[in-house]
């Protein structure tokens, strides 16, 4: 990154990480739903997993049973 000179693995992850610097970012958050939680984030994906501690929700099933 050429303002933090954080090492990205990827050149296309760049444009994303580069939001993380923009004087308007909070127009791109994305909020949680939930009452009572300020949780925000850059990433919808990232929202979407955090809203699974609400919920308890699993995205992958334990392949044993009973688990």
Not at 9 to 20: C, I, Q
Not at 60 to 66: D, E, Q, R, T, V
Request: with cysteine; hydrophobic share 20%.
């Amino acid at each position: 990154c050429p303002i933090c000179q954080k090492v990205l693995s990827r050149k296309a992850d760049l444009p994303r990480h580069m939001r993380t610097h923009d004087e308007h970012k909070e127009a791109f958050m994305h909020a949680c739903p939930f009452p009572n939680c300020n949780y925000k984030t850059l990433q919808k994906s990232n929202l979407q997993t955090h809203i699974r501690t609400h919920t308890r929700e699993r995205s992958k099933a334990c392949p044993h049973s009973g688990c």
